[in-house]
Antibody, heavy 126, light 110 residues
Framework: QVQLVQSGSELKQPGASVKLSCKAS????????MIWVRQAPGQGLEWMGWINTNTGNPTYAQDFTGRFVFSLDTSVSTAYLQISSLKAEDTAVYYCARPRGGGGGREYHHFGMDVWGQGTTVTVSS | QSVLTQPPSTSGAPGQRVTISCSGS????????VNWYQQLPGTAPKLLIF???QRPSGVPDRFSGSKSGTSASLAISGLQSEDETDYYC???????????FGGGTKLTVL
């Protein structure tokens, strides 16, 4: 079945880096982009951006430029999110999601995100 | 400032119909489609409505969506106890060049 399986929880100190993974199965990885969404404790959802799994081209939301990097390893159908210089406010659950229409841009948004990973909890604390 | 506004909470009795509003602007809902997501506690969001009023396969027809101008609504009829959870609207925002989520609405089934 179609699914996204994310890596396990992470506990990091401020200033450290973390790399999260999202492994896709049940479909052709490069047919759909990958979207990343953040949810801080008790808060709502934030769209972080997306990566084109065909070209590797990332698009970042305005609040997620600089310390956040999307990457891929298409040989293992996996998308990655790396966060550097971690801050306490990065503490959140990070989800990967598949855009139902294929791409993550404006022309595809109306199709929605139909498959989600289970989420990875990142805790930043000294 | 680009923002999608949802009521923080709403409630209804079993069997009743409730609506959840999502208010935006010309840069988001006014020009682009709205999707709705349901998030059960401790789980990932689930696509409930896409393209304003379309249901993915498997979503009961008790759930419906609509859009008018710069606002959208999610309606849930025949309320059931399992509907008690959080709901989020989402729309592309042309000013931000990205997706905006509403703040979420917690539905309580009385």
């Amino acid at each position: 079945q179609v699914q996204l399986v994310q890596s396990g929880s992470e506990l990091k100190q401020p200033g450290a880096s973390v790399k999260l993974s999202c492994k896709a199965s049940g479909y052709t990885f490069t047919t759909y982009g990958m979207i990343w969404v953040r949810q801080a404790p008790g808060q709502g959802l934030e769209w972080m951006g997306w990566i084109n799994t065909n070209t590797g081209n990332p698009t970042y939301a305005q609040d997620f430029t600089g310390r956040f990097v999307f990457s891929l390893d298409t040989s293992v159908s996996t998308a990655y999110l790396q966060i550097s210089s971690l801050k306490a406010e990065d503490t959140a659950v990070y989800y990967c999601a598949r855009p139902r229409g294929g791409g993550g841009g404006r022309e595809y948004h109306h199709f929605g995100m139909d498959v989600w990973g289970q989420g990875t909890t990142v805790t930043v604390s000294s | 400032q680009s923002v999608l506004t949802q009521p923080p909470s709403t409630s209804g009795a079993p069997g009743q119909r409730v609506t959840i509003s999502c208010s935006g602007s010309s840069s988001n809902i006014g020009r682009n489609a709205v999707n709705w997501y349901q998030q059960l506690p401790g789980t990932a969001p689930k696509l409930l409505i896409f393209n304003n009023n379309q249901r993915p396969s498997g979503v009961p027809d008790r759930f419906s969506g609509s859009k008018s101008g710069t606002s959208a609504s999610l309606a849930i009829s025949g309320l059931q106890s399992e509907d008690e959870t959080d709901y989020y609207c989402a729309a592309w925002d042309d000013s931000l060049n990205g997706v905006l989520f509403g703040g979420g609405t917690k539905l309580t089934v009385l």
